[in-house]
């Protein structure tokens, strides 16, 4: 069992950065792959970067590569997302998820994040 906790949100100008941080209780998160989802008003939640258990493969959605970068310290059982050049189409509730390598489902989520970028 694996609990996220997200933190790192907030109301930024567009071109500025945020750091989001998930950290994860229990022993086993260097098990776990890890993502970053997001859901905007009115629109599905979608896959934004996600982080293979040892943190060697990654994986970034078209609308954020080169500009988000998704990391993890499996010594602090945390997964980070570094957004940067921030657009006001990145604005929505960002979540943390985790899922057992051996598993295709991710499990595990955050309470989600707030990130709200103003033009």
């Known amino acids: 069992q694996v609990q996220l906790v997200e933190s790192g949100g907030g109301l930024v100008q567009a071109g500025g950065s945020l750091r989001l941080s998930c950290a994860a209780s229990g022993r086993t998160f260097s098990s776990y792959a890890m993502g970053w989802f997001r859901q905007a008003p009115g629109k599905e939640r979608a896959s934004v970067a996600r982080i293979s258990a040892s943190g060697g493969s990654t994986y970034y959605a078209d609308s954020v590569k080169g500009r988000f970068t998704i990391s993890r310290d499996n010594a602090k059982n945390t997964v980070y997302l570094q957004m940067n050049s921030l657009k006001p189409e990145d604005t929505a509730v960002y979540y943390c998820?985790?899922?057992?390598?051996?598993?295709?489902?991710?499990?595990?989520w955050g309470q989600g994040t707030q990130v709200t970028v103003s033009s």
């Open positions: 998820a985790g899922r057992r390598s051996d598993s295709g489902t991710y499990a595990y």
